[in-house]
């Protein structure tokens, strides 16, 4: 069975940036798989620290069953994450205990840095999935089949410096959108949060806006989620895009990026 795993910063990350992909490749009989590298500790202005850890925690397991996802603990607490090998390490294992086809991961450029170093420590990590000689936390076998790694849009569907963003592929997620909105429902801790500290009027229509913009830089598709492919060297043996194979006429490739990128070598 294929194996895709999410790798996101946060809690309720999966569900905002992946959770529709997640669900259509699942529909196509992919074996799902859930990490959040932080614990979600920052994510409260009524609960201290290690209370809203647990809460999260809870959570964040809930939503993954509700995607009939494995969910795998988180690592580090809220901004504390950066490019630290013993981290590298842990997210290492993960990838290896999933025996992932496809990771899907947070934008190397994005609004905040534990984003950021996400995306940078799942793209590393991924790079040792077949290196025996890299040891991991705790110990995993490597494995030699391919991954092909895709990033997220970034948050606000702009870099940090506030240019505008377009994915390589866009996926139809109108089909599961209920589904993964129910999964976001999980993390019920997070309204009052998102409402007062990053102006979200409702962090369930937050979802929805978020799919109806990206849908609207599809062109094609009412509700979406983007992603940009990472090059496949180091990863593969070949120039492959999964993603697109398995989801067929519910992902589209965006011909103007395609046109303005570099070809690698074979």
């Known amino acids: 069975m294929p194996s895709c795993l999410a790798i996101f910063a946060h809690?309720?990350?999966?569900?905002?940036?992946?959770?529709?992909?997640?669900?259509q490749l699942a529909k196509r009989g992919w074996e799902l798989h859930y990490f959040d590298l932080c614990a979600g500790n920052g994510g409260?202005?009524?609960?201290?620290?290690?209370?809203?850890?647990t809460v999260r925690l809870a959570e964040a397991q809930e939503a993954a069953r509700l995607l009939g996802a494995?969910?795998?603990?988180?690592?580090?607490?809220?901004?504390?994450?950066?490019?630290?090998?013993?981290?590298m390490r842990k997210v290492a294992s993960v990838?290896?205990?999933?025996?992932?086809?496809?990771?899907?991961?947070?934008?190397?450029?994005?609004?905040?840095?534990?984003?950021?170093?996400?995306?940078r420590l799942a793209t590393s990590a991924a790079f040792t999935h077949g290196m025996p000689n890299?040891?991991?936390?705790?110990?995993?076998?490597p494995y030699a089949h391919d991954v092909t790694i895709y990033h997220a849009m970034p948050h606000g569907l702009c870099t940090p410096l506030r240019q505008k963003v377009r994915a390589g592929l866009y996926v139809d997620v109108a089909p599961?959108?209920?589904?993964?909105?129910?999964?976001?429902?999980?993390?019920?801790?997070?309204?009052?949060?998102?409402?007062?500290s990053q102006g979200m009027d409702s962090y369930l229509h937050t979802l929805d806006k978020m799919s109806t913009a990206v849908g609207a830089l599809s062109g094609k598709y009412a509700l979406a989620q983007g992603w940009s492919r990472h090059l496949h060297l180091g990863y593969s043996a070949a120039n492959i895009d999964p993603l697109r194979s398995a989801l067929g006429s519910d992902c589209m490739i965006d011909?103007?990026?395609?046109?303005?990128?570099?070809?690698?070598?074979?």
């Open 11 to 23: 809690p309720d990350d999966v569900e905002y940036f992946a959770a529709g992909t997640m669900l």
């Open 44 to 53: 409260s202005v009524q609960m201290d620290g290690p209370t809203t850890a």
């Open 70 to 87: 494995k969910f795998y603990p988180p690592v580090v607490n809220d901004m504390t994450l950066t490019f630290d090998i013993e981290v």
């Open 95 to 119: 990838i290896r205990q999933s025996r992932a086809d496809i990771v899907l991961t947070h934008a190397l450029s994005d609004y905040m840095e534990d984003h950021m170093a996400c995306a």
């Open 134 to 141: 890299y040891d991991t936390v705790p110990p995993a076998t």
């Open 176 to 196: 599961v959108q209920d589904q993964a909105r129910q999964a976001l429902a999980a993390h019920a801790s997070q309204k009052d949060w998102l409402d007062k």
């Open 255 to 266: 011909a103007v990026y395609e046109a303005a990128l570099e070809k690698p070598f074979p």
